[in-house]
């Protein structure tokens, strides 16, 4: 779903299940080696069930004591507080 004409936003287009089905591979590491809560989790998949719309390009979001990287609909890693992202805030 577009987001607001000529915005070059786009919703983020799938269920929570599919979001863990593409990011699982890789989150229990990522999770283990930056040190993630759960409670850090929880605030992603929260941000996830909102459908919230997203650049073609580069964008970062930040939660409590970390942020989330991606590329369009594409989820990256995690960063730790400290590390900088590249982007469009979110």
């Known amino acids: 779903m577009a987001g607001p004409r000529g915005s070059g936003r786009r919703c983020l287009n799938f269920a929570a299940e599919d979001f863990l089905k593409r990011c699982w591979p890789t989150w229990p590491s990522e999770i ?22 997203l650049p073609a390009g580069r964008w970062y979001k930040c939660f409590a004591g970390m942020a989330m990287c991606g590329e369009g609909e594409l989820i990256k890693p995690f960063l730790r507080q400290g590390q900088v992202p590249m982007g469009e805030e979110l």
């Open 32 to 53: 283990r080696e930056r040190e993630i809560t759960a409670a850090q989790v929880g605030l992603v998949a929260d941000w996830v069930a909102s459908n919230p719309e």
